[in-house]
Structure formats: structure tokens, C-alpha cells
């Protein structure tokens, strides 16, 4: 891969329609900057503020929501890509300033809409999809269409192993219905750092790492292979989003144990010896890790504090919350550099498309964010007030799939009856891409009524789909 090509500002409508883009008024926004302007001023990020993180439906403001979350992926992001275009520029000297510039661009743009298309109530949500299909698939009838069709298989899997990476795509790339088709008409640039993975539902394997999951559905995949050639990525990953991936796993795995001593989950004390003992064993599985790193941001963190005003760190709640958060802290700071640097020694394999895991893992920090990540499995994400909220998101999830299934298969077809009132309540942009797809033909009708459903669940918020349920249940 060489930097020329994988900072197309070629965009997505110039990609399909093959013809030269409408030229714009001139402004000081390079083209990739635009990316980030669309983004931030889209639907889809508005959104974001009542989805859930970790919590769902929290009262308490200063808990993360996805909008949070996702603002502070773009921040860490932005600046690990700002390190490592300045290395590229000044050091390496592959790339000119312009190109810098679009790297660091790039990058915020991709942390900041990398969950655009998790549906509501978190990874709960994206199970609950799946479990949904699985069930269905137990009737012999439901996925009978794929019999009949040439990638049947591949269909069926879009929906068996759905994921909110490829709804981000779809999102992004064709759910945004303004002027055209296009959603956000992002450059290809942009676009191929967004493809987290590379797996069509037919190439989804255990390893490696970029295809273990799901990265977009089959009635993407012809925009993504005309992206991989734009880009010169082909069947590798973009560099870009070995930076933005370690921007979300930095984040996520100490902001979501802050929130939880926030919430009361867990204390101070008890954490700090919770990531002891994981910290402990994850050495032994990251051997090229920092041993002191859990240490130094200790007391750094208690450091930091004793320049505090005593009145301000009561003992109990005040003290742990800014302890958690000055920790946060801490890990953020030495985990980025420890990234940036691994991004720099893997270099070469990147570029080349041999490096197939994810960047933190061959960092020093290795071991400090497998240890955040455990306590946050083993202590904050099983609390009985998070698996309650899961539990209902779930029956939410399920009953309004069951109920817009009916209005999706058959309501398009039909004047009146309870079939086209339900399909009458679908989102209009959504309507009006299923329709276009009806009418091209180029997959089973089934199918894209499936996508309808799903396109109208993934884009709802939190409380949206509880207040949708409760009105249409009678709950």
C-alpha cells in the first residue's frame, strides 16, 4: 500500500457513477476535513447521545453514552494520528504536509462514527438481532429464498452473524438519503479506514483478526471491493484503522470501569486490587509488555491528587470517583504513546498487509488494557442493574422485530390492513432505499425486507425503542 492512494479523495458517488464530482464553491476544508463536517452534522451522531455504552437508559449524566464514548475515540484517535503523520512526515518522509493533515482527518472522523450502526441497548442489542434470526432460522421456510439464490449462504449470514461494524457501513454509505443514494458520500479514503473488518459473511474465519467478524453485508460488498481497488487496500486492512481500533480499545476499557465506580458498582479499593491480580496474569500473556505501567499510573494518579484541595476528596464516593478518573487518565496518556510507537515498529507489515492483530496487543500497554478489559468483563458489565436493562432490551428488541417483520415482508405490497400500518411506521428514508432496491432486482425481495427491519431497529435510540414498544405492546 502507498499513502497516494490510500488518501483518495475520490468520493463515493464519483466511484459509482464514473463520472468527474460536481466541483464546490472553495473553502478552506480539504476534502477529508468535509468527511468530518458531514459526519458531525448527520443524524446518525445525533443519535449517538441516547444510545447506550455500557448502561442503558442512565439517569446519570456524567455516565457515558455511545455520543461520549465516541467523541472521546475521535480525541484519542485524532492525536495518536497526528504522532504518527508527523513521524511519517518528518522522519520517513513518505508523505507531504497535506497528507499529514489528511491522516490525523481521517482518523477523528472514523472514531468518531465507528458505532454509527450498533442498534439500541449496546452489544446486548446486536446479540439480540442475532438471536432473533437464529430463532427464526429453526423454521425451515424462513430463509427459504436463499435456496434459490446464488450466494443463498452469504444472504443468510448477513443476518445470522449481523454486526454493527457492517450497519455502520451501510449507514454511512447508503442510509443517509438527501439529494441521492449515496448516505454521506464520504471520500474513499474515509471509507476504507471505516471498514474495521474485511469479511464478507462467506469469508468469516477465526483468524485473522480482520475477519473474525462480520465487516459489511453483501448489498455493500460491491461499493467495498470498488473502494479496496480505489485505495489499493484490496484484501487487507486500511493502516488508518489499526489507529482508530486502538483509539476505541484504550477508551473503552478504563472509561467503562471509571463509569462503573461512578455508578456505585465497584470501589476504589476494590478496583485497584481487581487490576492487580488481572494486570498479574495478563503479563504472562503479553510478555513484551511494561511491567510497571499498572504501578506508574497508580501513582501518578495519587500524585496528581495530592495537589488537590482536601476538601474536594472526601473519603468514600469523592475520593474514589476522582481517583478513577484521574487513573483514566494516566492509562489514556501512556497507552496512546505505547500504541504510536508499536504502530511505528509494525510499520512495515502493515503497509504490507501482514499484520493481522490488533495494534495494542503488540504494545507495552498490552497487559494494561487486557487487565482493564477483564475487570470490566468480571466486575462492571455483569452488575444485576446492567443484566435487568440487557434482559429488557432484549424482550424490547425481539417484539418490535417480531411486529415490523409482518409490516416488511408483505406491507409494501398491500393498501391497507395491519401489514401496511406497520410498514407505513418504518423510517421514510429507509422505505425509500428498500424500494430502490425492490426495483433493481439485484437480491431477493426477502432479503431486502430483512434489511428494512433491521435498518428501522438499528436506528433507533434507547429510549425511542422503549417508548415505541410500550405504545404498540400496550406494556
Not at 508527523?86 to 489528511?102: A, C, G, T, V, Y
Amino acid at each position: 500500500m502507498e499513502w497516494g492512494k490510500l488518501l483518495s479523495e475520490k468520493r463515493i458517488r464519483e466511484l459509482l457513477e464514473d463520472k468527474p464530482a460536481n466541483p464546490s464553491k472553495p473553502d478552506e476544508r480539504t476534502q477529508h476535513g468535509r468527511d468530518y463536517d458531514r459526519a458531525i452534522f448527520s443524524t446518525p451522531v445525533r443519535r449517538l447521545q441516547d444510545k447506550t455504552q455500557v448502561f442503558p437508559l442512565d439517569p446519570n449524566d456524567s455516565v457515558r453514552t455511545r455520543l461520549t464514548h465516541s467523541l472521546e475515540v475521535s480525541n484519542i484517535a485524532r492525536n495518536m494520528a497526528r504522532g504518527i503523520g508527523n513521524w511519517l512526515f518528518e522522519k520517513k518522509r513518505e508523505i507531504d504536509s497535506k497528507q499529514r493533515d489528511s491522516i490525523e482527518m481521517i482518523a477523528t472522523t472514523c472514531g468518531l462514527i465507528h458505532d454509527l450502526g450498533n442498534p439500541p441497548f449496546g452489544h446486548a442489542g446486536e446479540d439480540a438481532i442475532q438471536e432473533w434470526f437464529r430463532e427464526k432460522d429453526k423454521d425451515k421456510e424462513f430463509f427459504k429464498f436463499c435456496k434459490d439464490a446464488d450466494n443463498g449462504e452469504q444472504l443468510k449470514k448477513d443476518f445470522l452473524k449481523f454486526e454493527g461494524n457492517a450497519q455502520t457501513i451501510r449507514l454511512i454509505s447508503k442510509l443517509q438519503v438527501l439529494a441521492d443514494f449515496h448516505g454521506l458520500n464520504f471520500t474513499c479514503a474515509t471509507m476504507s479506514a471505516a471498514c474495521k473488518y474485511i469479511a464478507s459473511a462467506s469469508e468469516i474465519t477465526k483468524t485473522p483478526h480482520e475477519k473474525h467478524k462480520l465487516g459489511y453485508f453483501t448489498s455493500e460488498q460491491g461499493l467495498i471491493k470498488l473502494i479496496q481497488e480505489e485505495t489499493g487496500t484490496e484484501n487487507v486492512r486500511n493502516p488508518i484503522t489499526y489507529i482508530v481500533e486502538s483509539a476505541d480499545d484504550i477508551a473503552y476499557s478504563v472509561v467503562d470501569i471509571e463509569d462503573g465506580v461512578k455508578k456505585g458498582v465497584i470501589g476504589w479499593g476494590d478496583l485497584k486490587d481487581n487490576l492487580k491480580e488481572e494486570f498479574k496474569g495478563a503479563l504472562e500473556k503479553y510478555s513484551q509488555s511494561n511491567s510497571r505501567m499498572l504501578g506508574s499510573c497508580f501513582s501518578k494518579a495519587a500524585n496528581y491528587l495530592k495537589k488537590a484541595d482536601p476538601s474536594i476528596l472526601k473519603k468514600g464516593k469523592p475520593h474514589d470517583n476522582a481517583m478513577a478518573q484521574a487513573f483514566r487518565v494516566f492509562v489514556i496518556i501512556q497507552s496512546a504513546k505505547a500504541v504510536v510507537k508499536a504502530f511505528k515498529e509494525n510499520y512495515k507489515d502493515i503497509m504490507n498487509g501482514d499484520y493481522h492483530d490488533e495494534l495494542y496487543k503488540g504494545s507495552k500497554a498490552g497487559a494494561l488494557i487486557e487487565a482493564c478489559k477483564e475487570v470490566g468483563q468480571k466486575y462492571i458489565y455483569c452488575s444485576k442493574e446492567n443484566l435487568k436493562l440487557e434482559l429488557m432490551g432484549r424482550r424490547v428488541i425481539h417484539d418490535l422485530m417480531d411486529i415490523f417483520w409482518k409490516g416488511a415482508l408483505t406491507g409494501s405490497k398491500k393498501e391497507q390492513g395491519f401489514e401496511r400500518k406497520i410498514f407505513d411506521l418504518t423510517s421514510k428514508n429507509y422505505r425509500v432505499v428498500y424500494d430502490k432496491a425492490i426495483e433493481e432486482q439485484k437480491f431477493p425481495a426477502e432479503y431486502c425486507s430483512m434489511q428494512l427491519m433491521t435498518d428501522y431497529i438499528c436506528g433507533m435510540t434507547d429510549t425511542f425503542a422503549c417508548t415505541l414498544h410500550k405504545r404498540l405492546t400496550n406494556g
